[in-house]
């Protein structure tokens, strides 16, 4: 039995410890926002965060995962950050197809908790998610716009 | 179950119950009976939540449900894939509805109920851009038929003409007697009239939905990880099937040893599929795959075992002498020109196959029994997938269904219905339990249907004036048509293969009048399997003439947009973009230092299209800075989905043009993954400007047309900045630091 913190819940599943957390995440508790795209650490469809940083969850293995590990998925709305990154991708309607677009929202927001006031390139450097369709004109525009937002937000408290 | 959770129990009850009322809500409320759904289903198909007792809701028409609490359903016939086109019809519909756009909802068509209502919803199918121009003429006139009707319904309650009735965002109104109504209230009297034959469409200059940079329809749910792709569909009881076919395309499976993965955990059985596939069916993705990974499999690979990328390259390159009978185009006499010229300009060019390697791999939930055969799945094809389905099933198609789902990206793949029809093949041998089959990215990678492999010839002789005297483009490769559909390849061979290089053609005029003039084509087919894959042949057909007419500019000793000019005079439309996206980009003004300009104009898809690329190259290393491109589609129903589209097109196409291309070895594609198979990503993306220019009087496409100039402009400002011409695809196989 392997237990998780999940988007500030406390869980456990019965799987095998090879088990990688994507597909614990997908299959067992029901999370399926965090994509499967390539199980390999290429594509980022799968991006969750552990303590705040991203992380492709195809190739980590649940058993792999410190005791104290928090992970939040796409699902883990009420987070503001991720929220204010949600937002600005509605407002430039940066979604085509929308599968990849889970793992890149995660990602973006990753970016900004490090790096509060990103340059294009460094957004372009850090988010090496892939989309198919094309959305990155949009995605380099709506995470500007999201992390210009949380500094203003932060800068109000 | 291994899904014991204690601390979550109530968690996941609480998820599934959710989908339960709310599936039970949709059935319940109102729902025209035919999209009712088995409950878990409908949370997947059929994406519209209303409100828990809301009255019934009548179809006005079969295209639109109007409910009580004035939402607007629109029912959507064609795939929706990322491509914007489910927005856009709705914008279509509701722009000759004149109700409140804020309201408007969508539900997805199903292709079985479309057979039994007579094709009320007409052609599902979605490819070849058409999306949008194939349908806009019906869905505009079922929009204004039920605003007719809804207006009548009105006028007749109060019983005035129904001339004098007014419309604005769903309120009707006499002003003669200052009474309003709203669409919600006398929809069910609505839908009792008679469907009028003759309606009147607005001119789009009068459009206020259509037209209009309206935000798509479809997404929140794609935002917050709420929308159930088929990879994501769960339904009770279900187990999961994860196929591997024979990598070499043509081969067999010989045998597998079953017993030496049946003890492992979760695994519910191995079996054959089809006579070149096995399937470990197992209750989790990950139990499969293991499985699967550790499955002894003997292949008959067969004849082509031994064919290589090499081998393929010979075969086809024998093609580009000699004679053929498949012309395309033919002005003049082109051969006798070049035989008799003083100096004939010449150039040989490939291109590679590309996996469509959309970001959600292949999918299909199955339900079969002896009596039924249900199928959720992604299609960009619903009724020829139900013909599939019930093929493989063995069942009246009456008693089939397929549920189409929101696609997680496409670009032509399922236009294909191989997987359907392997998923119902893995079900029928587990009657009664629901099957999910998920391919493996390894599994799409080498299972694809690949843009045909091709090289082309092209010979041309200038004229005194330095003009083009005569030309001919021998292509020879692959033909989609040959293996999609042999029926189709007649004594003129395989019409498809000259996209955009034809002579008078609304979907595809070859740019350029030229007095001698052949474009032929020599087919040879290797045994890699081909399929439509965005942009089709556009892709190569602009390629090999758009850079072989840079190399004519080039030793004409011409600016190459003055001289691609010279040869345009009869098409405006064609040089109307192509003068758009010079003069936006500053052409024939100096670029920054170290900055270098390449150009290039096509048409396809009924659509015409130019760029112009801005690239450095420094120490060998390719940046594409820029990229300014313009569009003329005739009419355009939403311009910011247009330029997320071509923008799009710049990815797709720079992505398998740079760093893309799919190589044989031993006779199966050797690239298995993302690792190796090179795609764009942010950190290449180039600054893409777009210019959206409708000219008006013809419905052109948008997904697929640009992508044809996005290799071309680039490969011609490498030249530029190079003087190295890349004639070999993908660009990433030469050294641009060696000159």
């Given amino acids: 039995m392997t237990e998780l913190n999940v988007n500030n819940r406390q869980l456990r599943a019965d799987v095998d410890g090879d088990t990688p957390l994507l597909w614990v995440l997908r299959e067992e508790l029901q999370l399926t926002g965090t994509k499967y795209g390539c199980g390999v650490a290429q594509c980022g469809a799968c991006t969750v965060h552990m303590d705040g940083v991203a992380m492709r969850s195809c190739v980590v293995p649940v058993s792999a995962l410190p005791a104290t590990a928090k992970i939040v998925t796409i699902e883990g709305l009420g987070q503001t950050r991720l929220k204010v990154v949600q937002e600005a991708w509605a407002e430039l309607d940066v979604a085509q197809c929308g599968y990849c677009q889970p793992g890149m929202i995660m990602a973006a927001a990753a970016l900004i908790a490090q790096t509060p006031d990103p340059s294009d390139d460094d957004i372009r450097s850090g988010i090496t998610n892939i989309c198919r369709c094309g959305t990155y004109p949009r995605v380099l525009a709506a995470t500007r716009l999201a992390a210009q937002r949380l500094r203003g937000a932060g800068a109000a408290r | ?739």
């Avoid at chain 2, 090289?455 to 004229?463: K, N």
Wanted: glycine letters at 10%; aromatic letters at 6%; charged letters at 20%.
């Fill in chain 2, 1 to 739: 179950m291994s899904a014991a959770m204690d601390a979550s129990v109530g968690h996941t009850m609480g998820a599934s119950r959710r989908g339960f009322l709310k599936a039970a809500s949709l059935a319940a409320g109102g729902l025209a009976l035919e999209f009712t759904l088995p409950a878990m289903a409908a949370m997947a198909a059929a994406p519209v939540a209303q409100a828990p007792g809301a009255a019934p809701s009548p179809e006005v028409t079969a295209w639109l449900l109007v409910q009580s609490d004035e939402s607007v359903i629109i029912r959507i016939a064609r795939a929706e894939m990322g491509q914007g086109t489910l927005t856009g019809l709705a914008q279509l519909v509701a722009e000759e509805l004149e109700c409140d756009w804020a309201k408007v909802r969508f539900e997805l068509v199903k292709p079985g109920v479309n057979r039994a209502r007579a094709r009320v919803w007409r052609d599902m199918g979605t490819g070849g851009s058409r999306g949008i121009r194939g349908s806009q003429d019906y869905v505009r006139k079922a929009g204004a038929a039920a605003r007719s009707m809804l207006v009548s319904a009105a006028a007749q309650q109060w019983s005035v003409p129904a001339a004098e009735c007014s419309v604005d965002r769903g309120t009707i109104r006499h002003a003669a007697s200052n009474r309003t109504t709203t669409y919600g209230a006398v929809a069910e009297a609505a839908s009792k009239l008679t469907i009028p034959e003759n309606v009147v469409l607005k001119d789009p200059s009068q459009w206020r939905i259509a037209g209009k940079p309206l935000k798509r329809l479809d997404t929140a749910d794609k935002l917050d990880g709420s929308l159930v792709y088929g990879m994501d569909l769960r339904l009770p009881g279900m187990i999961v099937a994860l196929p591997k076919a024979c990598p070499v395309h043509g081969g067999k499976l010989v045998s597998f040893d079953k017993a030496a993965v049946m003890k492992m955990p979760g695994v519910r059985d191995v079996l054959q599929v089809d006579d070149a596939t096995v399937a470990v069916l197992a209750d989790r993705f990950w139990q499969a795959k293991r499985a699967l990974d550790a499955l002894p499999i003997v292949w008959d690979k067969g004849a082509n075992a031994s064919v290589s990328s090499e081998s393929i390259a010979t075969m086809i390159r024998e093609g580009l002498q000699g004679d053929t009978p498949f012309v395309g185009n033919r002005q003049g006499d082109a051969k006798a020109q070049l035989a008799t010229a003083s100096r004939v300009i010449e150039a040989d060019y490939g291109t590679p196959f590309q996996n469509h390697a959309p970001m959600e791999p292949l999918s299909a939930t199955v339900q079969w029994t002896p009596q039924r055969c249900d199928v959720w799945a992604p299609t960009q094809v619903a009724e020829a997938a139900l013909a599939a389905v019930a093929d493989a099933a063995g069942l009246d198609i009456a008693a089939c269904e397929v549920h189409p789902m929101r696609i997680g990206g496409s670009f032509g793949r399922r236009l294909a219905t191989d997987y359907l029809a392997m998923a119902v093949r893995i079900a029928r041998q587990r009657p009664g339990v629901p099957v999910k089959m998920m391919w493996t990215r390894e599994e799409d990678m080498l299972q694809g249907r690949f843009h045909p492999v091709t090289q082309c010839r092209l010979r041309a002789t200038l004229d005194a004036q330095g003009r083009i005297a005569a030309m001919h483009m021998r292509i020879a490769g692959q033909s989609i048509t040959a293996f999609v559909n042999p029926k189709a390849i007649t004594a003129n061979g395989d019409a498809t293969v000259f996209q955009g290089l034809l002579g008078e053609s609304a979907e595809g005029q070859f740019g350029y009048e030229i007095p001698h003039l052949l474009i032929d084509h020599a087919m040879r087919n290797p045994h890699v399997r081909p399929g439509y894959w965005r942009g089709v042949n556009t892709n190569q057909n602009a390629i090999y003439s758009e850079c072989f007419i840079d190399e004519l500019a080039h030793a004409a000793g011409k600016d190459p947009f003055e001289f691609r000019k010279l040869h345009m005079a009869k098409r405006p439309k064609h040089l109307a973009v192509l003068q758009a996206v010079a003069d936006r980009a500053g052409w024939g003004k100096p670029a920054a230092k170290g900055v270098f300009r390449g150009i290039a104009q096509y048409m396809g898809f009924g659509s015409y299209t130019a760029a112009v690329a801005e690239v450095t190259v420094k120490d060998g290393q390719l940046r594409v800075l820029r990229i300014v491109a313009a569009t003329d589609p005739g009419h355009v129903v939403n311009p910011q989905q247009v330029e997320a589209q071509v923008a799009g097109s710049f990815v797709y196409g720079l992505g398998a043009a740079l760093f893309g291309g799919n190589t044989v070895k031993d006779g199966a594609i050797a690239e298995t993954n993302f690792d190796t198979y090179g795609v764009m990503r942010l950190y290449d993306m180039p600054a893409v400007e777009v210019i959206v220019m409708p000219s008006g009087g013809f419905w052109g496409g948008v997904g697929e047309p640009t992508i044809a100039v996005a290799a071309p402009a680039v490969l011609n400002a490498v030249f530029a900045a190079t003087g190295k011409r890349i004639r070999q695809l993908p660009l990433k196989d030469t050294d641009l630091a060696k000159a």
